[in-house]
């Protein structure tokens, strides 16, 4: 079955750490998105990539890194430098940026 | 700047109730606009709505899309527990990424 896949479902982090969320995706789909949801909020992008080798910023970047060295991944790495890193991460991907996305199923992220 | 407002943030409804959902859009270039349902993790699509006055249903939820006034209206009827959730909406622009608006958190009491 064509989907996407995020993992850990659940990550905890000690302060000063860097981690990395992994997105795949066999969907063969060109674009693909980070996502961070805080409690009772919307989703706010973080970074996205319309294209393998090719990434933008999105409204929230600072303290975040991505990759898109294929097609089908996009990690995203929470640096130390991120304030604020304990809160839901959604991948997403589509066929193209303005078209419907299809979503992850999330990875929650804690910082002890 | 490109923003898109639901409202309300949250609502408590009891289960029969009927409920709607609001959004409202100032992009540049619209496309279309989308509303998703998020229960515990991945959002999943519910309407796609790209033409004025044109409603879309699915079972019990419906959509509509009004281009010249900017907005548009997710209805819920005879709501149950499984309604429970938060419901997003989002604006998709020409050659661009989607913009969301922040939710409506939806909780339907037995």
């Known amino acids: 079955d064509g989907g996407i896949t995020q993992s850990p479902k659940y990550l905890f982090r000690k302060e000063g750490q860097n981690v990395t969320l992994s997105c795949e995706q066999n969907?063969?789909?060109?674009?693909m998105y980070w996502y961070r949801q805080d409690p009772g909020q919307g989703l706010r992008l973080i970074y996205y990539?319309?294209?393998?080798?090719?990434?933008q910023k999105g409204d929230i970047a600072e303290g975040y890194s991505v990759s898109r060295e294929k097609k089908e991944s996009f990690p995203l790495t929470v640096t130390s430098a991120q304030k604020n890193p304990t809160a839901f991460y959604l991948c997403a991907s589509s066929v193209a940026p303005n078209y419907g996305y299809t979503f992850g199923s999330g990875t929650r992220l804690t910082v002890v | 700047e490109d923003k898109v407002v639901q409202s309300p943030l949250s609502l408590v409804v009891h289960e029969g109730d009927t409920v709607t959902l609001n959004c409202s859009y100032e992009?540049?270039?619209?496309?279309?606009l989308l509303w998703y349902k998020q229960e515990k993790k991945a959002p999943t699509f519910l309407f796609m709505l790209t033409s004025s006055g044109i409603e879309k249903k699915s079972g019990r939820l419906s959509s509509i899309l009004d281009k010249k006034e900017l907005f548009s209206i997710l209805n819920i009827t005879a709501t149950q527990t499984g309604d429970s959730a938060i419901y997003l909406c989002?604006?998709?622009?020409?050659?661009?990424?989607?913009?969301f608006g922040a939710g409506t958190i939806l909780r339907v009491k037995s």
């Open positions: 992009v540049t270039n619209f496309r279309s």
């Open positions: 990539s319309q294209i393998v080798n090719d990434f």
């Open positions: 989002a604006v998709s622009r020409l050659s661009d990424k989607l913009v």
């Open positions: 969907l063969n789909h060109d674009a």
